[in-house]
C-alpha cells in the first residue's frame, strides 16, 4: 500500500483552505447590504398652525446604491398620499399638541428608523379651575390657607400666577400634572375678597383664568377680664 506524499497532501489541504477563504471573502463581497443610515429628516417648519401643510423629507445615506423603500407615520394629522417616497406632505391636525413623524428606510435586508417632532399650536385658552378654596367660602382673618388649582393647555402651561386681592402673591413653573398649590395667609381687612388663578399656555402665551370671592372674618378680640 502505497503511503501518501505528505508534501502533496499539505498542498492539498492548504489548497482547500485557500478555496473557502476566497470563497468566504466573495461572498462578503458580493454581500454589502448594510443599514441605511439615516443623516437627517427636514421639515419645512416645526411649530404650525391646525390644518398647515409641512413638507418632511428624510436625507439617506446609500454607498451602495441599493433600492430602498420609506414608510411614513403620524401620531396626528394626516399624511397626502403616497407614504412611501423620501419626501412627504402632511397636514396638522385641528388639536394643538406635539406630533411625531417618524420615517422607516428599508433596503433589500435590513431597516432604520427616526423621527422628529412638530409643534402644533393651540389658541384654545387654557383652562383653569380654583379647586380651593371654594366661591363664598369664609377665613378666618390671618389663618393659613392652601389655594389649589388645575391648569392644563394642548400645548402645556408656561407659568401660573395666584393673585389675592389684586396682589400676586406667587408665580409658578408649568408641572406635568397640571396641580398647583398655594398657602397664603390671610392678614386682609374684614369683608369679601377676590382670589385669581392665571395660567399662561406654552408656545402662543395665551391666558386662561379663574377666580372666586370669598370673605374674611375679623378676630373678635375679648376684653381683658371676660
Not at 3 to 17: C, E, Q, S
Not at 92 to 109: D, M, S
Not at 194 to 203: L, M, Q, R, Y
Request: charged share 20%.
Amino acid at each position: 500500500m502505497k503511503t501518501a506524499n505528505p508534501y502533496i497532501t499539505f498542498l492539498t489541504r492548504t489548497g482547500l483552505f485557500a478555496l473557502f477563504l476566497i470563497a468566504a471573502c466573495s461572498s462578503e463581497l458580493f454581500n454589502l447590504s448594510s443599514s441605511p443610515v439615516i443623516e437627517r429628516i427636514e421639515a419645512s417648519a416645526y411649530e404650525v398652525d391646525p390644518g398647515d401643510t409641512v413638507t418632511v423629507k428624510v436625507i439617506v445615506k446609500n454607498d451602495n446604491d441599493d433600492p430602498l423603500q420609506y414608510t411614513w407615520t403620524a401620531t396626528g394629522g394626516r399624511i397626502i398620499p403616497p407614504v412611501n417616497e423620501s419626501e412627504i406632505r402632511w397636514i396638522a391636525p385641528a388639536r394643538g399638541g406635539i406630533v411625531t413623524l417618524q420615517v422607516t428606510v428599508a433596503n433589500e435586508k435590513k431597516s432604520t428608523e427616526q423621527s422628529i417632532l412638530i409643534t402644533v399650536r393651540s389658541h384654545i385658552l387654557p383652562q383653569v379651575q380654583i379647586v380651593a378654596p371654594k366661591t363664598d367660602a369664609f377665613i378666618v382673618q390671618n389663618s393659613l390657607v392652601e389655594i389649589r388649582a388645575v391648569a392644563r393647555h394642548d400645548n402645556g402651561i408656561q407659568q401660573v400666577d395666584f393673585i389675592v386681592d389684586g396682589s400676586l402673591c406667587s408665580r409658578q413653573a408649568g408641572t406635568r400634572d397640571d396641580n398647583y398649590r398655594f398657602e397664603h395667609r390671610f392678614v386682609h381687612p374684614s369683608g369679601p375678597l377676590s382670589i385669581v388663578v392665571k395660567a399662561t399656555a406654552n408656545v402662543t402665551g395665551d391666558v386662561g383664568a379663574d377666580s372666586v370671592r370669598v370673605h374674611v372674618e375679623g378676630i373678635i378680640l375679648g376684653k381683658p377680664g371676660d
